[in-house]
């Protein structure tokens, strides 16, 4: 990628900023793109750990028709996969990255909207002992998916929100309006219920991160253990729990995905990517 930073950046010529407010230079603007994804993804297939698995056929001729004819709705990016797949930590990269170039990117987890479960975790004792009673726990009916939904389409159409705010630390509270978001001009959002409902067809761009089983089963275990406070057998029946889930939920959705990735590669590869696409899409000069 630093090979096609230096190809694309050595040239002493800029392009000519078109006029983003016409057709015609929204037009220009998508051909640009186009022709720049492509040459990633030539480059990526290339690449000893490529990022890019596959690509849907129709992804690339959908954007560039939203980019043409509806310029002011903000870009939705859904990021799905399974559990321990790679996506917080895609996001944290993606979040670092693009604060540093200060590009407009807000990112939220879907996670947030969680139902608040905390009356069901007092009556069981745990929230283990909550799953163990066949509590299922990623079912789309557990997440609040109105608000998920008023939220983003809020966010896409220019309004800032707060969103709520499900705490990790086993007691299952949701703190509702505890986290502003700006409508930003890139909106990512992470978690499983991108996949799910209308909520699904409110993204310009869905992701999905794969994983080897085995790379998931290390990675889960460690933050389990880590960062979490699960003993390992807990951890266990948890990610027992969490593939069974997957293969009910998560799995049956991933090739309706605009785009799959590896979940396993590098970070410093995906991040060269992202400043290739900062690059480019600042690469014009005022008439």
Known sequence: MNFLLDKEFTQSDKIIKPDFS??????????????????????????????????NPDFLSKFTKRLINNPEKRFLIGISGESAS???????????????????????SADNYFNDISSLIKEYGSFDKLLESGYD???PDNFNMEQLFYDLDMLSK???????EYLVNGTGIVVPNAIPKKANKIIVVE????????????FDIKLYVDIDPDIQEKWFLYRAQTSRNQN?????????YVRQASKKYILPKKDKSDI????????????????????????????
């Open 22 to 55: 016409t057709k015609s230079g929204r037009e220009f603007l998508a051909v640009y793109l186009h022709s720049k994804f492509n040459q990633i993804l030539n480059y990526d297939k290339k690449n000893d750990n490529p990022i890019f698995k596959s690509i």
């Open 86 to 108: 790679g996506k917080t930590t895609i996001c944290n990269t993606i979040k670092n990255v693009t604060e540093k170039l200060n590009m407009p990117v807000e990112i939220l």
């Open 137 to 139: 726990v990623d079912s």
């Open 158 to 164: 220019g309004h800032d929100v707060n969103i709520p």
């Open 191 to 202: 978690g499983m219920a991108t996949m799910y409902g209308k909520v699904a067809d409110l």
């Open 232 to 240: 390992e057998e807990n951890a266990k029946k948890q990610l027992a």
């Open 260 to 287: 799959i990735i590896n979940g396993a590669s590098s970070l410093e590869y995906f991040t060269q990517i992202i400043n290739y696409i900062y690059r480019i899409t600042n690469n014009f000069s005022t008439p």
